[in-house]
């Protein structure tokens, strides 16, 4: 059997409900179509492969060949990633004769990438 650890939480002493608080809460919280939409988006950011991706991508333009080969994978298995980055519009193309670049696809990923990573290198 494995080892348990406790975790610390601290709960009230009694039970007291705020009315007011959870009114402005409640008045303020988005609906079920927008929550469900925002846990799909970390549920795509929470794959390494595509978060490997968009780092990539926040530091440079690329085409699939160039991602295929920093991440020594196939193209094929790149183009799917980036197609479900698309989907998500997280990331945007452009064609430059027959070769296509990807990159982040606007200041909002971009903060959202950088916010992301100073929160995970806190202290």
Do not use: W
């Not at 950011?45 to 333009?61: C, F, H, Q, V």
């Not at 980036?82 to 670049?101: D, I, P, S």
């Not at 903060?111 to 990573?117: D, G, H, V």
């Amino acid at each position: 059997m494995k080892n348990i650890k406790a975790i610390d939480i601290e709960v009230c002493g009694q039970t007291v409900i705020h009315p007011d608080v959870i009114q402005q809460v409640k008045s303020k919280m988005p609906d079920h179509e927008a929550v469900k939409n925002l846990a799909e988006l970390f549920k795509i950011l929470g794959d390494p492969t595509r978060t490997r991706i968009l780092y990539a991508l926040y530091d440079s333009e690329m085409c699939v060949c160039d991602l295929a080969a920093l991440f020594s994978m196939s193209q094929s298995s790149i183009s799917h990633q980036l197609r479900v980055l698309k989907q998500a519009k997280l990331v945007k193309y452009r064609k430059e004769g027959k070769m296509v670049f990807y990159s982040l696809a606007d200041n909002h990923v971009i903060t959202i990438f950088e916010q992301a990573f100073q929160h995970v290198n806190e202290g």
